[in-house]
């Protein structure tokens, strides 16, 4: 048996020394954070060691940055900088009184104004340089703008077109009132509107305004329907010169123009109905002839104009006693005046128009011929 007076000692573990200290005392402080602001510099915390665990860690005193002084200038007084870099400006409408001037800079002088009107024409080197020198391609721009032919000159051309388009529109008799006058005086030996209409359209369409009146006008050395060219010229010849003989007013510096409608054989049993046109300017030596469009004829039309002729008739050589109008109208049942358009859709209103715009055309060449010539 065992001694119960022995007993068994339990282990103990061994006590902390004073040497080793507190257990918490043997960590590291944690580290500072990393400062981003950049007023102030960062301060490193220094290494940790053993003899610096127990201690307390010293707390880092900011340090004070200098600032740096902002200087504040007033607008009334720039800068030394700001005036030898500044350039003067001027104003497009001045305080006083005069032509507004632009700054002109050139390599002499920076200061140099000129005038508009001072400014040269456009050229290829002004172009070149329109860039560099401000203000000169703009007046030029105007100059041309508003100058004879520019573009402001044909908005108002335009915009003039149209009003009259619209009055003409509404009344048609004001076309006549609005292309009358102008320099040019036109004379029609004829009082019949068919004549006078297409004559007085075609010269104001070309020359732009116009004067155009008739007078009554007979011819007594031909038929009273011409055949052929020859009769029709010397009918027309002689309309001209009974409207000088009957009104002494109109000179020889006064154009006078003729229509005279005549038969034609083109061909064997080929008949036309054509207008010759002739304008007379005896002072410069102008006298203009043209045939219209012919409208065909049948021959039966002009055999009847032909039996109705008497035999003792004092022009048979230059044509017949009845117009083909006349016979003509009464075979289509119209109007003699509108056979031409109840035969074929064409009026010989729309024929004179064309034949007279290209006489007119012609006269506006001669008259331009003449004032290069004189």
């Known amino acids: 048996m065992s001694n119960p007076e022995k007993k068994t000692k339990i282990p103990?573990?061994?006590?902390?020394?004073?040497?080793?200290?507190?257990l918490l005392s043997s960590v590291a402080p944690p580290s500072q954070l990393p400062n981003?602001?950049?007023?102030?510099?960062?301060?490193?915390?220094?290494?940790?060691?053993?003899?610096?665990?127990?201690?307390?860690?010293?707390?880092?005193?900011?340090?004070?940055?200098?600032?740096?002084?902002?200087?504040?200038?007033?607008?009334?007084?720039?800068?030394?900088?700001?005036?030898?870099?500044?350039?003067?400006?001027?104003p497009a409408i001045p305080l006083s009184k005069g032509e507004p001037t632009v700054s002109i800079r050139s390599p002499e002088d920076s200061q140099t104004t000129q005038s508009p009107d001072s400014l040269p024409d456009?050229?290829?080197?002004?172009?070149?340089?329109?860039?560099?020198?401000?203000?000169?391609?703009?007046?030029?721009?105007?100059?041309?703008?508003?100058?004879?032919?520019?573009?402001?000159?044909?908005?108002?051309?335009?915009?003039?077109?149209?009003?009259?388009?619209?009055?003409?529109?509404?009344?048609?008799?004001?076309?006549?009132?609005?292309?009358?006058?102008?320099?040019?005086?036109?004379?029609?030996?004829?009082?019949?509107?068919?004549?006078?209409?297409?004559?007085?359209?075609?010269?104001?369409?070309?020359?732009?305004?116009?004067?155009?009146?008739?007078?009554?006008?007979?011819?007594?050395?031909?038929?009273?329907?011409?055949?052929?060219?020859?009769?029709?010229?010397?009918?027309?010849?002689?309309?001209?010169?009974?409207?000088?003989?009957?009104?002494?007013d109109l000179n020889n510096n006064v154009p006078v123009i003729a229509v005279e409608g005549f038969l034609h054989e083109s061909v064997t049993d080929r008949w036309y109905d054509m207008s010759l046109i002739i304008l007379s300017h005896p002072s410069l030596g102008i006298e203009l002839q043209l045939q219209s469009q012919g409208t065909p004829v049948p021959s039966a039309a002009v055999e009847v104009a032909r039996s109705a002729t008497p035999a003792d008739y004092a022009h048979a050589h230059t044509g017949f006693s009845v117009t083909i109008g006349s016979i003509m109208g009464d075979s289509l049942q119209v109007p003699h005046t509108q056979w031409q358009e109840a035969s074929t859709g064409v009026s010989r209103r729309e024929l004179l128009l064309l034949a007279c715009l290209s006489i007119a055309g012609s006269y506006r060449r001669m008259l331009a011929i003449s004032a290069a010539e004189s």
Request: charged share 15%; glycine share 6%; hydrophobic share 40%.
């Open 36 to 90: 981003f602001v950049t007023a102030s510099p960062v301060v490193v915390a220094p290494a940790v060691t053993e003899a610096s665990a127990v201690a307390p860690h010293p707390v880092p005193i900011p340090v004070a940055v200098p600032v740096q002084p902002i200087i504040v200038q007033s607008r009334d007084e720039p800068t030394a900088a700001q005036a030898d870099n500044s350039e003067k400006f001027s």
């Open 122 to 248: 456009s050229s290829p080197e002004m172009d070149k340089i329109g860039d560099i020198i401000p203000g000169s391609g703009l007046f030029t721009w105007m100059k041309g703008a508003v100058a004879t032919g520019g573009i402001l000159h044909r908005v108002a051309e335009k915009a003039k077109s149209s009003v009259d388009s619209v009055i003409t529109t509404l009344d048609p008799q004001m076309k006549e009132y609005l292309k009358s006058g102008g320099d040019l005086l036109l004379v029609v030996a004829s009082d019949k509107e068919v004549k006078i209409s297409p004559i007085r359209q075609a010269f104001q369409t070309v020359f732009g305004k116009a004067n155009v009146v008739g007078y009554a006008a007979q011819s007594d050395v031909t038929a009273t329907q011409p055949v052929g060219y020859a009769a029709a010229y010397a009918a027309a010849k002689q309309r001209i010169a009974h409207v000088r003989s009957v009104h002494g």
């Open 12 to 22: 103990q573990p061994p006590m902390p020394t004073a040497s080793t200290g507190n």
